[in-house]
């Protein structure tokens, strides 16, 4: 949905838009993988006609529950994903001036915002508190998400918080922008397992998430859908649609 979210983007939507609006229209199904997403598809394009199914992300819970954890002296918190503006790295780096001595923020990724993300963090004389790690392996991934106490998500647009699931699958809890596919599975998750904060929340409104959120323990994962749940819904779809020939999925 939107038009993109950064220069490179929104020329890119201009040409996707015509093109995807045909190919919407030649569906029998769409399948989206948030009511967020649908929502935007069917607000970006007026009369559709084939039916729409939300069919959430699944997680590989037993990969992110069975990592073994670093060994670190410090508090982790991790922020993890594509390193754009939009994603608002710099909020969650800068939480970490309101943060105990004993906390420490990971920021996970690359991308084009990267080198502005890493002088922000040298004019602020935050190098001890908060490290770039840059692209790390799925392992590693892992392993820090089963390290970090608490997963930071500011990001002003998603169509679906992933990184919000593999944290609660790794047993950590969440703090996250306010935006609807957070909000979403926040309410689809036992209370106080995400956290929500305003999507320009402060620094300092960031770190007191981050320690209220950290203090709550690990949340369950008995509600998280594996990827074969995800595939048997779809794979239902496929099939409901197998009666009517000549139309793509």
Same mark, same amino acid.
């Given at each position: 949905g939107g038009a993109g979210h950064s220069r490179v983007a929104r020329v890119a939507y201009g040409v996707y838009r015509p093109v995807s609006? /045909? /190919?919407?229209? %030649?569906?029998?199904?769409? +399948?989206?993988?948030?009511? !967020?997403e649908a929502g935007a598809l069917v607000r970006d394009?007026?009369? =559709?006609? %084939? &039916?729409?199914?939300?069919?959430?992300?699944?997680?590989? +819970?037993?990969?992110?529950a069975e990592a073994r954890p670093f060994e670190v002296a410090a508090r982790v918190a991790i922020a993890a994903g594509r390193m754009e503006p939009y994603k608002q790295f710099d909020r969650v780096a800068l939480a970490a001036e309101e943060l105990p001595e004993d906390?420490?923020?990971? =920021? =996970?990724? $690359? *991308?084009?915002?990267?080198?502005?993300?890493?002088?922000?963090?040298?004019?602020? *004389? =935050?190098?001890r508190r908060v490290r770039c790690l840059g692209r790390v392996s799925d392992e590693d991934l892992r392993r820090w998400f089963r390290t970090a106490k608490v997963l930071v998500s500011m990001s002003r647009y998603e169509s679906f918080g992933l990184t919000l699931i593999e944290a609660l699958a790794a047993g950590i809890p969440v703090v996250a922008s306010d935006i609807p596919a957070h909000r979403e599975i926040a309410e689809s998750c036992p209370p106080g397992t995400?956290?929500?904060v305003?999507?320009? !929340?402060?620094?300092?409104d960031i770190a007191q998430a981050i320690l209220s959120a950290s203090s709550n323990?690990? &949340?369950?994962?008995? @509600?998280?859908?594996? @990827? $074969? $749940? +995800?595939?048997?819904? +779809?794979?239902g779809i496929y099939q409901s649609v197998l009666d009517r020939p000549g139309r793509c999925v």
């Open positions: 609006r /045909l /190919l919407f229209g %030649a569906c029998a199904h769409i +399948v989206c993988g948030s009511a !967020a394009f007026p009369g =559709l006609t %084939a &039916p729409v199914t939300v069919v959430p992300y699944g997680v590989d +819970v037993s990969a992110f906390n420490e923020i990971l =920021l =996970l990724g $690359d *991308g084009p915002a990267r080198r502005d993300l890493e002088q922000l963090i040298a004019r602020h *004389g =935050l190098g995400v956290h929500l305003s999507i320009d !929340a402060r620094p300092v323990g690990s &949340p369950a994962r008995a @509600w998280l859908r594996s @990827w $074969d $749940d +995800v595939a048997s819904q +779809v794979l």
